[in-house]
């Protein structure tokens, strides 16, 4: 094989560890990340590019030599970057891991989405959609559903899109808010109301090449701020691999209910999907379920996930781009791998940024892998809301999370807060 010069759009946590894996690849000519953060900026060239800025991309595709192309997040896919490629003489020789904007519109659209599981007798829980224009149908809905209520944004809410009611006054209130008052502005014009699943959840993750796929480790994240799955969502406050219950019956229902039918109802319906396919599932009394779909990989689950995987990212990605990962057998470190996600204070609310942060030199036995993180005049401050993923191995999930807690606290900064549950059910 020869090697690949490659592009990698994002700047979080999950780039970082998408980098990582990248650059272990023999298959790794050069490495660019657009616009990349300090952590990526130690495994390749970060480009200084909007991952939704079509034309800078083409730039420098071209200038660069760009022989593979990886959208880390949702956004550039959502908006067609697959197609945009594909369709320009100029690049249209480049291997793209991540679907056409059709196949993105798993993620970019619950309706979609959850019309594509009805027409494929894939199991997730009961629902409807309402828009204002059926605005007092909906309200009509909500009185009589039964409680809690799963309210969720159609479109892209940045993870934050969901509304679990406790109440029917408090359905009604954010179903209104929702709709009438754009709460989560454009996403939610139509409103997906969901029957609430009770179990525990967790994320599986296959690679395909729209007829053929691998699956990789799964993995379990942790969405709230507060310990004992309190307080607000985020977007994720650590995870573990590999989840305990994911083996056996359960994973051989995931895959002949699930991720069998995903695939194959891909190809039937002749949507083009290339790259990662994100099943966020529920196990509810040992039988799974899917809460959503994901056109790439998690955060910040992409911080455990590849660091289990033993086989070589590139290698995997050309193989995509042949449709031949039918010939890839995929392999999975034994050990355990978990991390603890480093926020700022006031976060998933407003924070403050620019926080200095010290005591990198003092880690040992973790990765790091920085989310939110800045270099200013050669020092490493905040610059977001979950700032820095530590990641260990370990025989044991205890044991993974002991050593990235024992160096959580080496690192400093002004307001850092970090779960100390990660794991809390398996330990």
């Known amino acids: 094989m020869s090697s690949y010069n490659i592009l990698l759009l994002g700047s979080g946590g999950r780039e970082n560890a998408l980098a990582w894996k990248l650059r272990q690849s023999k298959l790794c000519k050069e490495l660019f990340i657009a616009p990349g953060n300090p952590g990526t900026a130690q495994l390749g060239s970060n480009l200084n590019l909007s991952i939704t800025d079509f034309e800078g991309i083409k730039e420098a595709c071209i200038e660069y030599q760009i022989d593979m192309l990886l959208p880390g997040g949702e956004d550039s896919l959502v908006a067609g970057i697959y197609d945009y490629v594909k369709n320009d003489a100029q690049l249209q020789h480049i291997i793209v891991a991540g679907p056409s904007k059709d196949g993105a519109q798993l993620e970019g659209s619950k309706a979609f989405s959850k019309k594509f599981m ?162 966020g599932l529920i196990n509810v009394d040992g039988n799974p379920y899917v809460i959503e779909y994901n056109c790439r990989m998690g955060d910040p689950e992409t911080e455990v996930v590849m660091p289990r995987l033993q086989n070589d990212l590139v290698e995997l990605m050309v193989k995509m781009g042949e ?60 610059n977001g809301g979950r700032v820095l993923a530590i990641t260990s191995y370990g025989d044991t999930i205890e044991d993974a999370l002991a050593v990235s807690y024992e160096n959580a606290a080496k690192i400093a900064y002004e307001g850092k807060y970090y779960r100390r549950d990660i794991g809390y059910e398996f330990q």
């Open 118 to 279: 009805q027409r494929h007798n894939i199991p997730t829980a009961a629902y409807q959609e309402f828009t204002e224009a059926n605005f007092d149908n909906g309200i009509a809905y909500l009185q009589q559903h039964k409680l809690p209520i799963v309210l969720k944004a159609d479109g892209l809410a940045a993870g934050k899109g969901v509304v679990i009611a406790q109440s029917h006054d408090e359905a009604i209130q954010a179903f209104t808010t929702m709709i009438k008052e754009a709460l989560f502005g454009d996403a939610s014009k139509k409103v997906v109301v969901e029957e609430f699943l009770t179990g525990i959840e967790l994320s599986v993750f296959a690679f395909t090449d729209g007829k053929n796929y691998v699956l990789l480790p799964e993995a379990k994240d942790y969405k709230r701020i507060g310990e004992g799955d309190t307080g607000l969502n985020t977007g994720g406050m650590g995870a573990i691999s590999p989840v305990p219950f994911a083996q056996g019956a359960f994973m051989d229902k995931v895959v002949e209910r699930i991720v069998n039918p995903t695939i194959n109802g891909l190809a039937a319906e002749n949507i083009v999907y290339n790259g990662f396919v994100f099943f």
């Open 323 to 382: 449709g031949k990962l039918n010939e890839v057998t995929v392999t999975h470190d034994q050990r355990a791998a978990c991390n603890v996600m480093l926020v700022s204070e006031g976060y998933p609310g407003s924070y403050p940024k620019g926080k200095l942060m010290t005591g990198f030199d003092q880690v040992h036995g973790s990765i790091l892998f920085h989310a939110g993180t800045a270099n200013k005049e050669g020092e490493i401050v905040t």
